[in-house]
Each structure stands twice: as structure tokens, then as C-alpha cells.
């Protein structure tokens, strides 16, 4: 089965660092990029970064909201994707997802997804 | 960065009516559009790229169309089990930007 599986998510104080991790099974992750995407309570969705296949030097780019405070990073052998948040804010609490960018023929999009794990922000 | 806007923020309609929901881009994005079906509580799913293509597996009452600023996304006759959050997003340029969604519920 294809899928993705985030972990890490929980409660950190305002300031703190949180690592959350994304495991890939069922094809072959080292193919494709990576992208994280965050949902704030009740609100829209928002591209918070990615991070390209080996294939194109395993590059990132990153929303200006995070930019400078999260890393993204990949471990090929293992299928996982981390997303490594430093001095977070109360305005990065969202549910968190990780996803699998496509980009073949006409195609540029996420189209595998996991299934979200909570970060909240508060002292 | 480009900016989404979608039409109507959320809508009440009929098992079987025709659902229309409306996206526009702060700037001409060509056909790099996708739309995204969002169900509570569940990941988004991806359910048309490149503006009009269906994803497979998508049933095929979903349908899109439009280019440059301007795009449309149908549901041909509602089903109960499409009631959903529905976000367009852009991937012409980065930052990827989504548009805010509209919510479908069954009048």
C-alpha cells in the first residue's frame, strides 16, 4: 500500500524545537520530492516547504513564514523526510502533513498525503 | 507571491445538482492548476491537475477547466459522500499558494 506516515507532532513551548518525521512505504521515495504542508485550526492549507530528489541535487525552498527557523532533510535508505522546526511561535500550531510532490508530463502535484500530525505552540 | 482567490466561500446544495465552484489567480498561471477535495478530520485528496485532468481513480462527476487567471471546478450531480472542503492551488510559481476553499455541504 502506498502511503505516508508523519510522527513527532505534540505540545512545545513557544521558542522550543520539534523534529517531525514522514515514512514512506508501498514506492520509491527517493524518486520525488518531498513536501511539507501545515493547516492551522480551522483554517486553509499552507506549502511550507520541499525538498527535491537526489536527482535534482536534493535542493529546498521554503515559505517566507518559516524560512531561516525549519529545515527540511531526507533519508533515501530509510524513506523518511524529516522537517526539523526551530524557535517556533504560537502561529505555527497546525496539523502538519507531509506529501509526495509528482512532477511527470503535465503533472505537477501532491498526490499522496499523510495523515497529519498536530503541533501546538503554547506555554 | 500569487495570490488564489475561490467563489463561493461555502454552498448548500441538492443530492444530484450541478456544483460549480470558481478560482481566480492574481496572475496569468497557464494551466498549473490542481484542485484538492479536503473530507473533516482527512487529508487532502488530489482530484484534477493541470486544471482540467482527472486524477485516476476520481470519479468522473468531478471536472475542471480554465487557463490563465481564470478556472472552473464541476460536480456534475452531487453525491452525499462529496461533501468536502474543496482548495484550488497554483504551482506556476513558488511559493505553491492555495486558494482559501469553499465548503460543500448537502442542503
Known amino acids: 500500500e502506498v502511503q505516508l506516515v508523519e510522527s513527532g507532532g505534540g505540545l512545545v513551548k513557544p521558542g522550543r524545537s520539534l523534529r517531525l518525521s514522514c515514512t514512506a512505504s508501498g514506492f520509491t521515495f527517493g524518486d520525488d520530492a518531498v513536501s511539507w504542508l501545515r493547516q492551522a485550526p480551522g483554517k486553509g492549507l499552507e506549502w511550507v516547504g520541499l525538498i527535491r530528489s537526489k536527482t535534482y541535487s536534493g535542493t529546498t525552498e521554503y515559505a517566507a513564514s518559516v524560512k531561516g527557523r525549519f529545515t527540511i532533510s531526507r533519508d533515501d535508505f530509510r524513506n523518511i523526510g524529516y522537517l526539523q522546526m526551530n524557535s517556533l511561535k504560537t502561529e505555527d500550531t497546525a496539523v502538519y502533513f507531509c506529501?509526495?510532490?509528482?512532477?511527470?508530463?503535465?503533472?505537477?502535484?501532491?498526490?499522496?498525503w499523510g495523515q497529519g500530525t498536530m503541533v501546538t505552540v503554547s506555554s | 507571491d500569487i495570490q488564489m482567490t475561490q467563489s463561493p466561500s461555502s454552498l448548500s446544495a441538492s443530492v444530484g445538482d450541478r456544483v460549480t465552484i470558481t478560482c481566480q489567480a492574481s496572475?496569468?498561471?497557464?494551466?498549473?492548476l490542481n484542485w484538492y477535495q479536503q473530507k473533516p478530520g482527512k487529508a487532502p485528496e488530489l482530484l484534477i491537475y493541470d486544471a482540467s485532468n482527472l486524477e485516476t481513480g476520481v470519479p468522473s462527476r468531478f471536472s475542471g477547466s480554465g487557463s490563465g487567471t481564470d478556472f472552473t471546478f464541476t460536480i456534475s450531480t452531487l453525491q452525499p459522500e462529496d461533501i468536502a472542503t474543496y482548495y484550488c492551488?497554483?504551482?506556476?510559481?513558488?511559493?505553491?499558494?492555495f486558494g482559501p476553499g469553499t465548503k460543500v455541504d448537502i442542503k
Open positions: 492551488q497554483q504551482y506556476d510559481n513558488l511559493p505553491f499558494t
Open positions: 496572475q496569468d498561471i497557464s494551466n498549473d
Open positions: 506529501s509526495r510532490r509528482i512532477v511527470e508530463a503535465t503533472k505537477d502535484a501532491f498526490d499522496i
